[in-house]
């Protein structure tokens, strides 16, 4: 008779599953990772010490390589960076690649993107694997019922030798959301609402699961947002329990499983949720239909508010640290207790970032931008998250629709997230942007960003200030 396991998150049952060694009481386990992405900007020195120490990579067949980070995206695809330091990165990692056997998407691959696009319209992220990389942001594959975390330079070297990383177990945290998502209000939205309430390090030693009846609703691009962003509220790791959209999407994707392995793959991840009773060690409610379209104020993702507030004052907070982060940031942003959001005017207006640059997202942007056209005095881009959807949104007819506006319609790349490229905003420019975070320099040096979703973007962006896009398309 087997012995009565005692109830265990889904977290719990993935980490376990992989583990390959416990190694003390607290916590700590050698772990194995069934798949490993790589980019220009985060992997070089590891590949130098692998070199230095004469050492193989051990299982060259489960890393992909992608260009993303450094890379231009300007309209005509170029294979090269803006810069040398950027043009050595790419030319480093595609010696490497060469050397290890490792497969790279590089800038004249057709299936080119930021690395948490390309991943899983590859179908390479498979509910039940554990996923690392050198990017906060791989918490996105939680959204398919994997579990991704990122990794620092000398883990990604170890990694790569190895197959395996020295990994420490964390406290679990349930979000539930519940309720109807309200006109123009989206997983972004959501989101931003989650990390406004907890704090920009409220998750801070969790991994969090999300759960209920709004999560259920949403479509798998959708949740993919969620599960990025869920680092900016400190977590080193998101997920979903994996469902019947996630097995819609994954069917048929180029590297998912075919055949009698579908059936069989599917039948094992209909197992992959927690137990009913499991026990996690913090919970959060959320009740969807109280948000509104959000927007950023300040230099962290967790100084958001609605679309119909104001910016907040410091005399209104209890403790001596809120009030001078609040100064701080109203310093940085120029903005002044009281102000109005929708008064705020901008500069450009970007739309892309690992986030949100999915074709869902620009079908929603599509729909605000149709009959209208960019502000006076403010430069407008759009970034796909990789050349298919690209390809994808030309061929629906997306991109006219954006041209048509005033956007520049660019090749893929992460741009304007993190101003590591040509795209790079100019001390004192305001940006209505699309992308996860909003510290100070983010967009580029003196440059302010306020985070909303795309349709906020689009509807700021053909208005000239921030706007609430529900006003705008019902016509009040």
């Known amino acids: 008779m087997k ?41 070089p020195q590891a590949f130098s010490g692998l070199r230095d120490q004469n050492r193989e990579v ?24 803006p810069d040398e330091s950027g043009a050595n ?39 039940g694997m554990v996923i690392a990389a050198g990017d906060s942001h791989t918490t996105t594959y939680g959204a398919l019922g994997a579990f991704g975390f990122g990794i620092g330079t000398s883990e990604i070297e170890h990694l790569l030798a190895t197959q ?34 907890i704090g920009s390090s409220g998750a801070t030693g969790f991994v969090m699961e999300f759960t209920g009846s709004t999560i259920s609703s949403l479509s798998v691009e959708a949740r993919m947002t969620i599960c990025n962003m869920a680092v900016e509220a400190g977590a080193r790791g998101a ?25 069989k793959a599917v039948e094992a991840w209909r197992e992959l949720k927690s137990d009913n009773d499991a026990q996690f060690d913090m919970q959060v409610d959320l009740d969807a239909s109280t948000i509104e379209p959000m927007v950023s104020w300040g230099i962290s993702p967790d100084q958001s508010s609605g679309i119909s507030g104001v910016v907040p004052s410091a005399e209104q907070l209890a403790t001596y640290h809120e009030k001078t982060a609040i100064e ?7 903005l002044s207790a009281g102000t109005r959001f929708a008064d705020i005017t901008i500069t450009h207006a970007f739309i892309g970032s690992c986030t949100n640059s999915r074709i869902e997202d620009l079908r929603q942007v599509a729909e605000v931008l149709k009959g209208r056209h960019v502000a006076k005095g403010v430069r407008a881009i759009l970034v796909p998250g990789s050349s298919l959807v690209r390809q994808q949104a030309e061929e629906e007819g997306l991109a006219d629709i954006f041209t048509a506006a005033g956007f520049e319609w660019r090749q893929s790349g992460c741009s304007l997230c993190l101003a590591m490229n040509d795209d790079v905003l100019r001390p004192g420019e305001r940006c209505a942007s699309s992308t996860n975070r909003n510290f100070e320099g983010r967009q580029g040096a003196g440059a302010r960003t306020h985070l909303m979703s795309p349709a906020m973007v689009a509807a700021a962006a053909v208005t000239g200030h921030l706007t609430d896009v529900r006003k705008l398309v019902r016509g009040e």
């Open 239 to 263: 997920y979903m329990a994996p469902d019947d959209k996630v097995f819609d999407y994954l069917q048929g994707k180029p590297r998912a499983p075919e055949g009698p392995l579908w059936a």
């Open 58 to 81: 051990w299982r060259p067949a489960t890393t992909l390589a992608v260009v993303d980070h450094v890379n231009s995206t300007e309209p005509e695809r170029v294979n090269f960076s």
């Open 89 to 127: 990165q790419m030319k480093y990692l595609a010696e490497n690649c060469e050397k290890y056997g490792i497969e790279l998407f590089d800038l004249l691959d057709k299936r080119q993107g930021i690395e948490h696009v390309v991943a899983p319209e590859q179908g390479l992220v498979l509910p």
């Open 3 to 43: 012995p009565r396991t005692l109830p265990r998150t889904l977290y719990d049952k993935i980490i376990d599953s992989h583990t390959v060694k416990t190694l003390d009481d607290d916590g700590h386990v050698l772990l194995y990772i069934d798949r490993h992405i790589i980019n220009e900007y985060t992997s």
């Open 164 to 197: 395996t990383l020295v990994y420490k177990r964390l406290k679990t945290m349930r979000v539930s959301i519940n309720g109807a998502l309200g006109f123009g209000v989206t997983s972004k939205d959501l989101i931003m609402a989650v990390i406004q309430m």
């Open 328 to 334: 701080k940031a109203q310093k940085y942003m120029d």
